[in-house]
């Protein structure tokens, strides 16, 4: 039996190109409808109904309290359709995707899961402090730049130290620093570091400055509206945004709540170290990144070359191997989600 490790991904993974990605792919229409209902409870548009819309609009379907619902269900509907004959030895997921694991795993029901990453994402979206940039460490062939790296770690802690200015690392996201700060601390980190291929530093639309500490607010509030009573025992070992397992039978409700809502918020997501406990702690056939979307695809690959995975260690060794045994799969990805489902629902 091939066996995987399913990574759920985060904010920023459904845009345009995913509108309808549930009409398309959602494998329960009961289970959407549920979800539906949930949303109206709280006063919101349909996830059915944003999904289907005739466009896609960033102002929309970008906001914290829309795009968080939208992605934990496409991803959620993932897991549910991969084939059977897959054997899942662990889940894990990238900001948000944390929520999503946890359904995957067991750890919390489908529809409090979706109550979970709701939740979060309005209470994100009400309070919206601070943002979010991103910039790579990894050049364009993917080799390890540790002094590079290094020195952007210490620029971020420099800025910090400013008056005025809050600076933090939000994400270590394989080639990628996601950064999270004030508006003072991340105009001073982009004009600081040099631009890099027309893009980067990026800033992203409708991101808070998640996990540091200026989301103590929401993770109080978070803690408040969502009870431990949402959450139970994991079946399926699950990695969290530090890179520990939580194994079966050994964790409870009440420290997956308060880690959910407490550390995972305000303190930065280690997605690198994710990864690389999903390879060498369960050393899989296959990683299997959930849609909607590919734009976690590069960080994986990357997490996977930083852990020395099968000997890669540049861009190249990952394509090669790619193209002769592949070790990823993106279900957000046609041609590649066949492969991991019984293709009913592609």
């Known amino acids: 039996?091939?066996?995987?490790?399913?990574?759920?991904?985060?904010?920023?993974?459904?845009?345009?190109?995913?509108?309808g990605y549930l009409g398309r792919c959602f494998p329960d229409t009961g289970l959407l409808a549920r979800f539906d209902a949930i949303?109206?409870?709280?006063?919101?548009?349909?996830?059915?109904?944003?999904?289907?819309?005739a466009g896609f609009s960033m102002a929309r379907h970008g906001r914290g309290d829309q795009a968080s619902a939208l992605i934990y269900a496409a991803s959620l509907g993932d897991f549910l359709s991969i084939w059977p004959e897959i054997d899942v030895v662990a889940v894990t997921g990238n900001s948000m995707g944390w929520y999503t694991a946890l359904a995957c795993a067991g750890a919390v029901t489908p529809e409090d899961g979706f109550r979970i990453a709701n939740g979060m994402g309005r209470l994100m979206q009400e309070a919206m402090i601070g943002?979010?940039?991103?910039?790579?460490?990894?050049?364009e062939d993917w080799v390890a730049d540790p002094?590079?790296?290094?020195?952007?770690?210490?620029?971020?802690?420099?800025?910090?130290?400013?008056?005025?200015?809050?600076?933090?690392?939000?994400?270590?996201?394989?080639?990628?620093?996601v950064v999270a700060g004030n508006t003072e601390g991340l105009r001073a980190f982009e004009a600081a570091v040099e631009p890099v291929g027309g893009r980067f530093p990026m800033r992203l639309a409708n991101h808070a400055a998640f996990h540091c500490d200026l989301?103590?607010?929401?993770?109080?509030?978070?803690?408040?509206?969502?009870?431990?009573?949402?959450?139970?025992?994991?079946?399926?070992?699950?990695?969290?945004?530090?890179?520990?397992?939580?194994?079966p039978g050994a964790a409870t409700p009440g420290a997956i709540h308060d880690y959910t809502l407490g550390h995972q918020?305000?303190?930065?997501?280690?997605?690198?170290?994710?990864?690389r406990s999903a390879a060498r702690e369960f050393a899989p056939d296959l990683f299997i990144l959930a849609g909607p979307g590919n734009a976690l695809g590069g960080a994986v690959?990357?997490?996977?070359?930083?852990s020395g995975w099968r000997g890669m260690r540049a861009k190249a060794d990952f394509q090669a191997r790619q193209e002769t045994r592949p070790l990823l799969i993106s279900m957000g990805l046609p041609e590649q989600r066949g492969t991991v489902t019984t293709g009913a629902d592609t």
């Open 1 to 19: 039996m091939t066996t995987a490790v399913v990574i759920c991904p985060g904010r920023g993974s459904y845009n345009a190109a995913e509108l």
């Open 39 to 53: 949303r109206a409870e709280a006063g919101q548009e349909p996830v059915s109904a944003l999904d289907g819309a």
């Open 131 to 139: 943002g979010q940039s991103l910039y790579p460490w990894m050049g």
């Open 147 to 177: 002094a590079r790296k290094a020195a952007l770690l210490a620029l971020i802690a420099e800025i910090d130290g400013r008056p005025g200015h809050r600076l933090a690392l939000s994400i270590d996201l394989g080639g990628m620093l």
């Open 215 to 247: 989301q103590t607010p929401v993770a109080a509030a978070g803690r408040a509206a969502l009870p431990e009573t949402l959450f139970g025992r994991n079946r399926v070992p699950m990695i969290d945004g530090r890179g520990h397992v939580w194994w």
């Open 265 to 275: 918020v305000v303190e930065p997501y280690d997605f690198t170290a994710a990864i």
């Open 301 to 306: 690959a990357q997490s996977l070359i930083l």
